[in-house]
């Protein structure tokens, strides 16, 4: 067993450590996985507030959720100050940031919807779709296909994910001009009224119990550190899933969110054009009155 080795200039101890037992995937195999995808997944995950899952001995096992620096965390991962916050928040920078983490055993990222640039104001409004466990992901699909015709219905471009799980994410990219009150103010307003029009298939409320058979739109990622799993970010789950930037069309054929692993992402996308490559010139607020 190799003893270390180096990864876009960081140290990778352990690198034949097995991190997904089921899949037999190694801690430098999620390292050049990160590496792989590094030039699709870094305009969404660089410069940004993280929270990371760290999980030492691997998926499924005992993991940590850390935002703020400690001892351990390496000198590729830089420190922000959030006003309104006393501890500053870790970010990256660059490729080499990633693989930082995978040397911290970090399995999952969760950038928060600012930039460091901009910490109090929001560029990223996400509605997450959680379904009951009776529902299928055909019902996922309709909830998000119905989310981006109400965006649309009031001047809003959005783009979807899966999760690696059973959900999908809508994100709505914005001009960072609005505080997060009203950000979060917003995709309540916006949750509640699509909860109302339809009660039997949506929800708003995170009781578990209240659930049965309709979907929870989680519009509570919209708050400065309730964060959502990152594109291309692996997840600690069975079968080394990946939440997958895709395009609307996908939607409308047929979608197994658990295709996208570690395995499987590089290549698809290197093989497709980037579902998100507009993103970042789209230019848009939120409809907010002031």
Same mark, same amino acid.
């Given at each position: ?7 876009? $200039? ?30 699709? %997944? ?5 410069? !940004? +507030?993280?929270? %990371? ?48 983490? =995978?040397?911290?055993?970090? &399995? ?12 109090? %104001? ?28 109400? &965006? ?7 783009? =979807? ?19 997060? @009150? ?11 009224? %699509? ?9 708003? @409320?995170?009781?578990?119990?209240? !659930? ?11 708050? +400065? ?9 692996? @997840? ?5 899933? =990946? ?46 009155? $002031?």
């Amino acid at each position: 067993m190799s003893e270390e080795l180096i990864v876009e $200039g960081v140290r990778l101890s352990s690198p034949d450590k097995v991190l997904y037992p089921e899949q037999g995937i190694t801690k430098l195999e999620l390292a050049e996985y990160y590496v792989a995808v590094a030039g699709w %997944m870094l305009p969404h995950v660089a410069k !940004r +507030p993280v929270t %990371m899952v760290r999980c030492p001995t691997g998926a499924e096992k005992k993991c940590f959720y850390q935002r703020h620096a400690a001892s351990g965390v390496l000198p590729q991962l830089k420190e922000v100050t959030v006003p309104g916050f006393d501890e500053p928040y870790l970010y990256i920078d660059d490729v080499a940031g990633l693989i930082a983490m =995978v040397q911290m055993g970090t &399995l999952e990222i969760h950038p928060w919807g600012v930039t460091v640039e901009r910490p109090d %104001m929001p560029d990223r409004i996400i509605f997450d779709l959680d379904p009951d466990e009776g529902l299928g992901f055909g019902d996922v699909i309709s909830a998000a296909l119905e989310v981006r015709e109400r &965006l649309r219905g009031i001047g809003l471009q959005s783009f =979807v994910k899966t999760t690696g799980g059973k959900g999908l994410h809508v994100v709505v990219p914005v001009e960072p001009v609005t505080e997060w @009150r009203a950000a979060k103010a917003f995709a309540k307003s916006f949750s509640d009224e %699509m909860a109302a029009d339809a009660p039997e298939r949506y929800l708003t @409320r995170i009781s578990k119990a209240e !659930r049965a058979g309709r979907i929870f739109i989680d519009y509570l990622r919209n708050d +400065p550190t309730s964060t959502a799993v990152g594109p291309y970010s692996t @997840r600690s789950r069975p079968g080394a899933p =990946v939440a997958m930037p895709i395009e609307w069309e996908e939607l409308e054929g047929p979608l197994d969110p658990a295709a996208f692993t570690i395995k499987t992402v590089p290549a698809r996308a290197a093989a497709r054009r980037d579902p998100w490559a507009e993103m970042a010139a789209v230019r848009q607020r939120l409809p907010i009155p $002031g």
